[in-house]
Structures are given as structure tokens and as C-alpha cells.
């Protein structure tokens, strides 16, 4: 049920942090990852740590804002393969500051990277997963249900996966697509690292609420992005599952 053998996946975002943990499950459940990102460097690394672990995994250089570098990036999966079983939406940044200091172009990088990248990846994967059936996983975060000062148009953009992973569900159940998305709680990735030594106090906060009592790994998501790519999750859709530790439970 769990099994990905055969299939190929596209996990955005995935040479490190948790888009790389959730490409590690996929891949050792059988698939063959593709992981894009725009650090061609970093991406090859990142499959070759995979392969040298017995993993099929391989990168492409691609900006997931840009609709050309997207439409490339699907073309070149379906001519190297022939098929696109799962697509893991998970490029993302921040800029943390408060919404009167937020830029306009700030604002426009936020929401690009994490939401307008969803969308213009979901709709160039479509017509592959179509062929046969799919899943597409977004990531979106605690921000996609709490609010913070310093997290507008992160916030905004989480908010917004969870409704665009809605609509997806709706539009494409009848292609036998089925959409969700996943809210980690607090993970320990470069992304954090920066938001700790900005913010005095953020890591013992963040262990103090949350009730299991850590900080989340990577591989903490590797299990339930297995879930929701294979046919265990085929009757799960536009579901938003938080992978939290019990943080936005407490
Ligand atoms: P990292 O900073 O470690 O990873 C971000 C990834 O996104 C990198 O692989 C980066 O690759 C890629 N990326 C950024 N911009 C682009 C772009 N324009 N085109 C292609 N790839 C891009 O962060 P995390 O692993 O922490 O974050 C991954 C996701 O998880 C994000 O969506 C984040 O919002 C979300 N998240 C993280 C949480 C945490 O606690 N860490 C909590 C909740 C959600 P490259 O630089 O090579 O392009």
C-alpha cells in the first residue's frame, strides 16, 4: 500500500531542509525523486547523497517562479520518464519583518516562492498526472492557521496554499488526482536557523509549547509525505495535516 516503486515524483525545494526529507521517504519507498531547485550545486549533492544511499533520485536547476524554468522542468520529467506520479510543492522562503516595514517587492518574493510557485507547478504537472492519476502535496505551515508579527505574507501565502490545495482537490478529483497538504510545526532546517538567531528566546519557546517537547526533524516528514503519495491516502483529499509535534493542538 505504502510501496512507490515505478513511480516518479518531483519534490520542489528538494535539496535540503525538509523538501529533501520528504524527498528521502519518497525515494525509499521506491520512487525516483527529480529534485528542483535553483542551487544546481546543492540539487546534484543532494541526489547523489540519495543514490549513494541505493535511492533513484536526480536534479534539475529550476526557479519555481518562473513559468518558463516550471514548463521546462515538467517537459524534461515527461521526456526523461514518460510519466509524473506525484508532485511535492515545497519551495519556500520568508522575510521577516513586521507588515509596515514589508516591501512591495518582498511581499511579491514571499508569495511567488510559496504560493504563485504552487500554482504554476500544479498546472504544468497537471496534464501528466492526469495520464494515469496523481498526487500533489503542498506544504503549508502553522502560519497557514496562526498569525505572527513577522510572518504577513509568509502567513498569506501558507493561508493561501491550504485554500489553493482545496480547490485542486475539487477540480481534479474526478482525474483521480488527489491533493493535500501538509502544516510542519516547527522543523529544524536553514530556514529556522535564521529565525532563531533573529528572535531571542525562539528556540526554548518553541520547545516549551510544544508537546513533544523537540524540535521536528526533516525526517519527521518523510513518513507522511509516503501517506499522502501512495494509495493509502486515495480516498484522502484537500486535507491540511499538520506534522507538529502536537503544537497546534496545545
Ligand atoms: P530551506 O530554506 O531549508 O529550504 C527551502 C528550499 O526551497 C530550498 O531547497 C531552496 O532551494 C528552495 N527554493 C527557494 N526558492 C526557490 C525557487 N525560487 N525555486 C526553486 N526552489 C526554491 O527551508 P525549509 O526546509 O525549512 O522549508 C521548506 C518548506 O517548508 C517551505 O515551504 C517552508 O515554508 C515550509 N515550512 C518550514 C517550516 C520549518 O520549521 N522549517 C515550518 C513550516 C513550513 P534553492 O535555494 O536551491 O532554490
Redesign the pocket.
Known amino acids: 500500500m505504502f510501496q512507490l516503486t515505478g513511480k516518479i515524483a518531483v519534490v ?10 520528504m524527498a528521502r521517504g519518497l525515494a525509499q519507498a521506491g520512487a525516483l525523486v527529480v529534485i ?5 550545486e ?2 546534484r549533492e543532494a541526489a547523489h547523497e540519495l543514490r549513494r544511499e541505493g535511492c533513484k533520485a536526480e536534479a534539475v536547476e ?5 513559468e518558463g ?1 516550471v514548463a521546462r522542468l515538467f517537459s524534461e520529467t515527461d521526456k526523461h520518464h514518460g510519466r509524473l506520479d506525484i508532485l511535492v ?6 522575510v521577516r519583518k513586521r507588515p509596515h516595514e514589508l516591501t512591495l517587492d518582498e511581499w511579491r518574493h514571499v508569495m ?3 504560493l504563485t ?1 504552487a500554482f504554476l507547478c500544479s498546472q504544468a504537472a497537471y496534464p501528466l498526472l492526469k495520464r494515469q492519476g496523481g498526487k500533489v502535496i503542498n ?5 497557514s492557521i496562526f498569525g505572527a508579527p513577522y510572518a504577513s505574507a ?1 502567513g498569506a ?2 493561508g493561501g ?1 491550504v485554500q489553493f490545495t482545496r480547490s485542486i482537490a475539487t477540480a481534479w478529483a474526478a482525474d483521480n488526482i488527489q491533493a493535500n497538504a501538509v ?10 536557523q ?2 532563531r538567531e533573529q528572535v531571542p528566546g525562539l528556540n526554548e519557546r518553541v520547545v516549551a509549547r510544544t508537546p513533544a517537547g523537540r ?2 526533524a ?1 525526517s519527521d516528514l518523510a513518513g507522511v509525505a509516503v501517506f499522502l503519495a501512495s494509495s493509502a491516502s486515495d480516498f484522502v483529499t484537500g486535507a491540511a495535516i499538520p506534522v507538529d509535534g502536537g503544537y497546534s493542538i496545545a
Open positions: 520542489t525545494g528538494g535539496n535540503g531542509g525538509i523538501g529533501l526529507g528542483a531547485g535553483r542551487n544546481a546543492k540539487s529550476a526557479d519555481v517562479t518562473d524554468e510543492n515545497n519551495a519556500g522562503t520568508t511567488d516562492t510559496n510557485s506544504i503549508g505551515s502553522m502560519m509568509y501565502s501558507k496554499i502544516l510542519p510545526g516547527w522543523i529544524d532546517t536553514e530556514l529556522t535564521g529565525a524540535w521536528g526533516p
